[in-house]
């Protein structure tokens, strides 16, 4: 039964994994962590959400556990001072997720970790601050940092696309 | 600015769609990893089950070996039915004459000891013949048997008028001769005895004739003068003991007793799932470690260390008391003192710059660490170490009690509440400092109050009217945490204990 559950959700939880890590190894490393732990705690599990967000959750938990310090290397940036990105200014939808991807590995530790928690796995600024223990301004400021970044990156690849 | 704000862009929705379906395929081996670290946390668990059901195979196999000890020697010991197949065998065989109270001159059915009869537990009173009652010579005919001059079987009536009475209010027992009376007793005389006391006496009597057997309370009847007895002048009738029932008696006693108890106590630790975890659920405080520990690299360590703890033996103490509701039921409680050891092993190690303690980090100790993190250094190393627990218990056990004469087998199950007093994580080398978190210490993960289960099983054997001593295997295990909420693990001990006690028994 571990077997075909992880086979199940190995494959999504390993993409997750991967967008929290710089390479496959570490990414391939929090998701082994991540599963044992699952299948430890299985009897927590008590089916308020379904068992893919469950696990997910887990996933994201063991992921963060693995690349907490990286947060805490960049300065806080007062978002004011940050550059606005305009949401039109670039189409996602033209990339492909391996591009995507690559663009996220390219992004400090820090600003990583709070773009996905907030763009991809959609939580809001005031839970990401508890999760990490920082304050909620931080968060935002790297946020803004982060897609600041993704910015520069996607222009200086000369593929910037305007809806 | 609105686009910083909470409400999701575009920018966002995209990059959500982007990756909402994405999978990628896990290397070959991952699988096995994951099934290889399961195996060996499941090989740990079993391991501490087969100790426990080892150690607890063996309690019980002691205490079939001492019941069937127990039980094989008193079946040997059949002193008390040695009367009763001997009076069977009599009136069987024999037939019974007219017997009659001597001194009334008719049927007793009460005991009148006040007035020189002796009692017996049929409640007939023999009395002695008043010295006004005429007195059967020796010889002269007494009934159907006594005008024959002879009891059954040919025997003649003994001669009893040299036999003299014990004083009043004395009792002996004297060896009967072949004709003459099997015993005397004075006034006032009601004799009861346990088995071993009813043995002794009827041992005096092993030669009892059937014929004086044979005369119980059923074969009195009418109102004739007993002619034997006037025939005889001094026959009395056999002592009818009555068999103490030892159990009646201990019914509804109080008791209360000290013991001794050796354990095997698991803190059983086991991982919260994370910090984070937790905190997605809004409880941020542990957070705080892992962001001060971060900045050295070693932080996520603390959090995996010390989960595994492998039981040792401990001794506790206490006093018990109880008492049985009725003759099946017993109800217990008392207090006990120990504290339970076991061992675990750490991978951190915080040097304090200013105190220049060396202090081990667990998962226990994390929060408390931080406190002073901004003054250590962590250090990466391995040390066996040994985490102790003082632990107040208060059990509640209600118990079914089967009694083998003075073995008595008790199984019991309860609760009990259990008070945590301090955890002791000391390094066996004394390179390190010893670390002490009481429930009240800040940062402690530990609950002043946790609640268990109790089965037991024991043996109490009675030593006297008033002291037994027993021996009691007892299994006891969580039913809430040890530890307090927002901690990144749970603590739901379980202990395995034989208890050796001796108690005193206040019978009403």
């Known amino acids: 039964m571990q077997k075909a559950l992880y086979d199940q959700y190995a494959p999504r939880m390993l993409a997750v994994c991967v967008r929290y890590s710089k390479n496959r190894e570490d990414a391939e490393d929090i998701l082994q962590e991540a599963f044992v732990k699952v299948f430890n705690n299985m009897d927590k599990f008590r089916k308020e959400s379904t068992l893919g967000y469950w696990i997910k959750r887990i996933v994201v938990n063991t992921a963060l556990n693995y690349h907490r310090k990286s947060v805490y290397l960049y300065p806080h940036y007062d978002i004011e001072d940050m550059h606005h990105l305009g949401d039109d200014e670039v189409l996602v939808s033209n990339y492909n997720y391996r591009d995507l991807l690559n663009i996220i590995h390219s992004l400090p530790q820090g600003c990583q970790v709070i773009f996905n928690l907030y763009a991809i796995e959609g939580y809001k600024h005031k839970e990401i601050a508890e999760m990490l223990d920082i304050s909620e301004g931080t968060s935002k400021s790297q946020y803004a940092r982060a897609k600041s970044l993704i910015k520069e990156i996607i222009t200086e690849t000369g593929e910037v696309k305007h809806g | ?508």
């Open chain 2, 1 to 508: 600015m609105a686009n910083m704000g909470e409400k999701k862009s575009s920018f966002e929705e995209q990059w959500q769609e982007a990756f909402e379906n994405v999978e990628m395929t896990p290397s070959e081996g991952l699988w096995k990893d994951i099934d290889s670290k399961l195996t060996i946390q499941e090989n740990g668990k079993y391991r501490r089950g087969f100790i426990f059901y080892r150690s607890l195979a063996a309690a019980c196999f002691l205490c079939l070996i001492g019941l069937g000890y127990y039980v094989l020697r008193d079946s040997l010991a059949e002193n008390n039915t040695m009367l009763g197949q001997q009076r069977e065998n009599a009136e069987a065989t024999t037939e019974p004459a007219d017997l009659k109270d001597n001194k009334s001159g008719s049927l007793a059915t009460e005991g009148s000891p006040s007035t020189g009869g002796v009692q017996n537990d049929t409640g007939l009173t023999m009395g002695a013949p008043s010295p006004d009652q005429e007195v059967a010579e020796s010889g002269r005919s007494a009934g159907t048997l006594a005008q024959s001059g002879q009891l059954p079987g040919n025997k003649a009536l003994p001669d009893t008028h040299n036999n003299t009475l014990p004083p009043n209010g004395s009792t002996t027992y004297s060896r009967p001769t072949e004709d003459q009376p099997v015993v005397a007793f004075a006034s006032n005389t009601h004799q009861n005895g346990t088995d071993s006391e009813i043995g002794s006496v009827m041992q005096q009597y092993s030669e009892i004739p059937n014929y004086l057997l044979a005369y119980g309370p059923a074969h009195i009847q009418g109102n004739e003068p007993n002619q034997w007895l006037k025939a005889t002048d001094r026959l009395y009738r056999v002592p009818q003991v009555v068999k103490k029932d030892e159990s009646e008696e201990r019914e509804r006693s109080l008791f209360a007793g000290v013991n001794l108890a050796t354990n095997y106590f698991d803190p059983n630790f086991n991982s919260g799932g994370g910090a984070n975890f937790a905190a997605m659920d809004a409880s941020p405080a542990v957070n705080r470690l892992e962001s001060a520990l971060a900045m050295d690299d070693y932080g996520t360590q603390a959090n995996n260390n010390g989960l595994e703890n492998r039981p040792q033996l401990s001794i506790s103490y206490g006093v018990d008391v109880g008492m049985m509701l009725n003759k099946r039921l017993s109800l217990e409680s008392g207090i006990d003192y120990g504290r339970m050891n076991s061992s675990t092993s750490t991978r951190l190690i915080a040097e304090d710059f200013t105190q220049g303690d060396r202090i081990p980090v667990l998962v226990s100790n994390a929060q408390e660490v931080q406190s002073y993190s901004s003054r250590t250094q962590f250090t990466p190393q391995e040390q066996q170490l040994t985490n102790s627990f003082d632990i107040i218990s208060l059990p509640l056990k209600l118990g079914y009690n089967m009694r083998f004469n003075r073995l008595n087998v008790v199984l019991s199950s309860g609760v009990a509440a259990n008070f945590f007093l301090n955890n002791r994580l000391s390094d066996r080398s004394g390179q390190l400092s010893t670390v002490n978190l009481s429930a009240s210490s800040a940062g402690s993960p530990y609950r002043r109050l946790y609640y268990s289960a109790v089965v037991s099983g024991g043996l109490n054997y009675l030593l006297s009217e008033h002291y037994a001593v027993s021996v009691s295997p007892n299994y006891n295990f969580a039913l809430s945490d040890l530890t307090q909420a927002g901690y990144n693990f749970s603590s739901q001990p379980n202990n395995f204990g034989i208890d050796f006690g001796i108690r005193y028994i206040f019978n009403k």
